[in-house]
């Protein structure tokens, strides 16, 4: 095995997008360095076992995805309350292979300092590109929080008409899973919710499952597919050119700013957790 931390090992994670195995055939995926094949089993359910064993892992299927833990899960895979809301589209933004960290993923994901630079126009935009002070706290389920946070955007969504200040929510899951609530334009009171599952394939490389909670309201599936495409698509060249591909957990490895304050208690609180895998480990 080559990961070994407990934290992981005990976690769901996910290995497929049901879209891909809607062909009814074997596939073989890897998670964590661990090849697993999938199979379609006798009752229409899916199997997935370790290449080589037959002893089958535990499976779920939720969100769109395939799920898997390597170990003895300790829980059910996460809850989103908003996947089971029939106001909203739940779609599937496909599975994108990153070759990076899913750690690093998941920073840039809660960065809004980039919302200027790499998605201009979309976004952010110059000049408006100071990141508010927020919130940022550890809730009593154990995952990170952060409140308050605000951005102007130029086009929030596929739904907008103009530029707007969005309201940002995030919520850091698990170490390879994190969701953000953002405003809605047409319905300003209510909020979007976008969530990535993050397969890591190993320590440099990761797939990316995301799911799009988004009020049907101005809002049809084939263009908020192509929109969460295009912002990942702007993403993807960033992330892939970073280094070192692993996340830094040391303090001092990385200059933190103000506007890191989320990415602080993330790398907190994965060494709270003894999670190393993806990481480079603070001294």
């Known amino acids: 095995m080559a990961c070994h931390d407990e934290f992981l090992l005990t976690d769901w994670h996910p290995i497929a997008t049901l879209e891909q195995l809607q062909i009814g055939q074997e596939q073989t995926t ?49 809850d989103i309350p908003e996947a089971r809301d029939s106001e909203r589209f739940l779609v599937s933004g496909g599975a994108i292979g990153v070759r990076t ?75 390879y899973i994190v969701g953000l609530y953002k405003t809605n334009p047409a319905l300003g009171d209510q909020k979007d919710f976008i969530v990535l599952f993050i397969q890591p394939v190993n320590q440099e490389e990761c797939i990316v499952h995301n799911l799009l909670c988004y009020f049907k309201e101005d809002m049809d599936e084939v263009t908020l597919r192509w929109f969460m495409q295009v912002i990942f698509g702007q993403d993807k060249p960033i992330l892939e050119n970073q280094t070192p ?15 890191d304050q989320m990415s602080i208690i993330y790398r907190r609180w994965l060494q709270d957790h003894a999670v190393t895998y993806g990481a480079i480990p603070a001294a």
Request: some cysteine; overall charge negative; glycine content about 8%.
């Open 101 to 175: 960290s899913g750690l690093r993923v998941v920073e840039n994901f809660i960065d809004m300092g980039h919302f200027p630079f790499v998605h201009d126009g979309w976004l952010g935009e110059q000049p408006h590109t100071e990141v508010i002070p927020y919130k940022v706290v550890i809730t009593e389920d154990d995952e990170v929080l952060a409140t308050d946070a605000q951005f102007f955007q130029p086009i929030a969504s596929p739904s907008a008409k103009g530029g707007i200040d969005v309201h940002y929510m995030y919520r850091i899951f698990r170490p």
């Open 245 to 259: 591909k692993r996340l830094p957990l040391e303090p001092r490895a990385e200059t933190p700013i103000r506007a």
């Open 30 to 78: 890897t998670l964590m360095e661990c090849a697993i094949t999938i199979r379609p089993g006798s009752d229409g359910n899916w199997t997935a076992a370790r290449v080589g064993s037959d002893t089958d892992l535990p499976v779920r299927e939720r969100y769109g995805c395939l799920w898997t833990c390597l170990g003895v899960p300790k829980g059910e895979v996460i």
